[in-house]
């Protein structure tokens, strides 16, 4: 009886050593954009990855992309202002989730209209797996399907879904129109884009009060100093 157990404890001491690196949470390279920045915040926001952590300091751009850190966790919280691992249940500005798997991701925030009508932070990420170089896209972080006509091909855009343009296939500027599905008599984005070389970017839509915003943001190379 004793040797069974002891063989069942050494087993399961085994499978747990195997299975420890599947269980923990995974190494990400966390890059961070805002659509805007809290009042007072002079464009800083304080974050970790884990509740065990103390936060970080990071500096917002509306621009572009920060360089990435490394974090290890499933979920990223930003608190406005510094919180210590000791700290009890503190209440984050916004929380966000990592994908399951490692890689680099990419966050973005911006503060929208909770249900009580209420500013409410917000945020969305999204993986470097599925945003290449020398590409545009077109992320839907609003409430409503809309739509895409992009030089008269139609393109649905759905509720939290994107739309990728890569330079190899679209060279040349090309007229874009973006309507809600609900209605396609008037757009709410009318423009003309050229996708950039050597670059990422971004154009995010987001509703702002009853109107749907679209902002765009760019992730270089290498970013330029103080970006």
């Known amino acids: 009886m004793k040797s069974e157990l002891s063989f069942l404890l050494r087993l399961l001491g085994l499978l747990l050593t195997l299975s420890g690196p599947a269980l923990g949470a995974s190494s990400h390279r966390v890059s961070v954009a805002a659509l805007s920045v809290p009042d007072g915040s002079d464009g800083k926001l304080?974050?970790?990855?884990?509740?065990?952590?103390?936060t970080?300091?990071?500096?917002?751009?509306?621009?572009?992309?920060?360089?990435p850190v490394k974090m290890k966790g499933a979920v990223v919280q930003f608190f406005d202002q510094p919180v210590s691992a000791k700290a009890e249940d503190p209440v984050p500005l916004v929380s966000a989730r990592l994908p399951s798997e490692a890689g680099t991701v990419y966050l973005v925030l911006w503060s929208g209209q909770g249900e009580d009508g209420k500013p409410k932070w917000r945020a969305r990420s999204f993986a470097?797996?599925?945003?290449?170089m020398h590409s545009l896209k077109v992320l839907n972080g609003s409430t409503e399907a809309l739509g895409i006509v992009a030089d008269e091909r139609r393109i649905p855009l759905p509720r939290?879904?994107?739309?990728?343009?890569?330079?190899?296939?679209?060279?040349?500027?090309?007229?874009?129109?973006?309507?809600?599905q609900s209605s396609r008599?008037?757009?709410?984005?009318?423009?003309k884009w050229r996708v950039g070389q050597g670059r990422r970017e971004l154009c995010f839509l987001y509703d702002k009060g009853k109107k749907i915003s679209i902002r765009s943001l760019i992730d270089l190379a290498e970013p330029p100093p103080g970006s």
Do not use: C, M, N
């Not at 470097?128 to 290449?132: H, K, L, M, Q, R």
């Open 128 to 132: 470097a797996a599925d945003w290449s």
């Open 56 to 67: 970080q300091e990071i500096q917002l751009s509306t621009r572009y992309f920060s360089s």
């Open 185 to 191: 008599k008037r757009p709410v984005f009318s423009s």
């Open 46 to 54: 304080h974050w970790r990855a884990a509740a065990d952590q103390d």
């Open 160 to 180: 939290g879904k994107a739309a990728d343009f890569h330079a190899r296939t679209w060279k040349e500027p090309f007229e874009v129109k973006i309507y809600r």
